[in-house]
């Protein structure tokens, strides 16, 4: 099993460009999460999915958008890239349980908003 | 909205101790509660979960115990090693979708 994978790991954009990062796992999680990662600031959430084609807002929503059209893939857009979104992305996933529900992470992508 | 705060920010100690990491959340309406690694430049690895109705867990030389009335959980290392330098993180899951809440972290350097 491949766990969670993101792709791309790296990607630098220039001031309004937009691009699309993928985070797909193979373990069927029903629950599916973007974070970013800033120094000092932790982990946030921006946006999660409980379903296929299902979405809701995070803490730090504005300015990303998502799609979960597939249960294995959740997809985090941002159509007009601003230097503030400048981070970690991670991506995570888990099983519907809340009790026993355990979160695994992708690997991370490191983008730089210029 | 859950607060979560972890102490120390930072810890550097010398190798053999045994260590202390500390995480308390303001919401004790929990499901669970993760202890996560992060090592510089990865992703955010799974050491241990306690669900709500546990007091404690154990993998190895790591421990962690619960305590959700006063809103405290602790991650116990023994007998630390250069290896165990890492930045660790804590993740009470609350509210109706189960959403964690991340704390800082602790950052822990081991040295030889």
Redesign the interface.
């Known amino acids: 099993n491949a766990g969670v994978t993101q792709t791309p790991k790296f990607r630098v954009l220039k001031t309004g460009q937009s691009m699309t990062l993928l985070c797909a796992q193979d373990m069927n999680h029903e629950y599916m999460y973007w974070y970013r990662q800033d120094p000092g600031m932790g982990l946030r959430l921006i946006h999660y999915s409980v379903g296929e084609g299902t979405t809701a807002k995070g803490e730090v929503p504005d300015g990303y958008n998502v799609s979960r059209l597939k249960k294995q893939n959740f997809l985090l857009g941002l159509e007009s890239a601003a230097p503030s979104q400048t981070s970690v992305y991670f991506c995570a996933s888990s099983y519907s349980d809340r009790g026993t529900t355990e979160q695994f992470f992708g690997p991370g992508t490191r983008l730089t908003v210029l | 909205k859950q607060e979560v705060t972890q102490i120390p920010a930072a810890l550097s100690v010398p190798e053999g101790e045994n260590l202390v990491l500390n995480c308390s959340f303001t919401d004790s309406a929990i ?2 509660l ?1 202890w ?1 690694r992060q090592d510089p ?6 050491l241990l ?1 306690i ?3 546990q007091r404690e867990q154990t993998s190895g030389r790591l421990n962690a115990s619960l305590d959700k009335s006063s809103g405290r959980s602790t991650l116990y290392i023994a007998a630390s090693q250069p290896g165990d330098s890492a930045t660790y ?1 804590c ?1 009470p ?1 609350s509210g109706g ?4 809440t ?4 602790t950052s822990l350097i081991v040295h030889p």
Do not use: V
């Open positions: 499901y669970n993760q996560f430049g990865k992703g955010l690895t799974s979960l669900q709500s109705s993180l993740a899951g979708s189960y959403i964690p991340f704390g800082r972290g």
